[in-house]
């Protein structure tokens, strides 16, 4: 089991929600599976047409779904399913030590390898955005930070320069954000003039810039994702 974890720890894996209302607002939790001992198990699938999941459902890499089933009370179990129903079932007890094992085993490379590296031309970056537009789910793509990494990405930039000398932000209002800055996955469009950034140093900008509502990252085939300050875990008085 060790090999198969430390091969799918950032592969995308789905699992069922449900929505209730509690105190006039929606809340979203994860349902879990009684098993016949009377345990309860999380059920994580490795493909969205699994005939077990719901038509609510999310999406998560696989380490990161195992750090938040870690984090609810009454889960005993986290058990994963492929598209023939086979399980790999993994006890509360383990996923500690499983998630420490997957942080030493980076920490023990030479450097940790950035998306570009694991991913050089881009194509499982392109590939996740169009998936999740394509998807029935209507979660934001949250693993979205894994397959980043500390990818460059490239701003959408007006031609002139402000009063320092210094390149504009566009910015596009996209439903209720009225103030979202762009990105590219590329350089490939002519007439755009671009500014090569960082992820990380993506979200410190609009971390440190209160008037940005999120951003857009738009893919080569202009299939997009938007994130607001809130999806990027930025602090609600960032807002």
Do not use: C
């Amino acid at each position: 089991m060790p090999r198969l974890l430390k091969a799918i720890h950032l592969v995308e894996v789905f699992f069922s929600y449900k929505v209730t209302q509690r105190d006039g607002k929606e809340v979203r939790s994860t349902p879990l599976l009684r098993l016949s001992d009377g345990t309860h198990a999380m059920m994580l699938y490795t493909s969205k047409s699994h005939p077990d999941l719901t038509e609510r459902f999310a999406g998560g890499a696989f380490k990161d779904t195992l750090a938040a089933a870690l984090q609810m009370p009454p889960l005993d179990w986290v058990i994963l399913s492929n598209s023939a129903s086979q399980w790999v079932a993994i006890a509360k007890g383990q996923i500690s030590g499983i998630l420490d094992d997957l942080h030493s085993d980076r920490e023990g490379q030479i450097g940790s390898p950035m998306a570009s590296e694991v991913d050089p031309t881009g194509k499982i970056l392109e590939d996740f955005i169009t998936d999740h537009v394509t998807s029935k789910s209507d979660e934001l793509p949250l693993p979205i930070g894994s397959v980043l990494g500390d990818r460059e990405l490239f701003l959408d930039l007006t031609a002139g320069q402000d009063e320092n000398g210094q390149p504009i932000m566009k910015t596009f209002q996209i439903q209720h954000l009225p103030h979202l800055i762009r990105v590219y996955t590329s350089r490939i469009r002519p007439g755009i003039t671009y500014g090569g950034i960082r992820w990380k140093a993506l979200k410190d900008m609009i971390r440190n810039a209160p008037e940005i509502s999120g951003v857009q990252i738009m893919n080569n085939t202009d299939d997009w994702v938007v994130f607001d300050r809130e999806s990027l875990g930025l602090d609600s008085s960032d807002k």
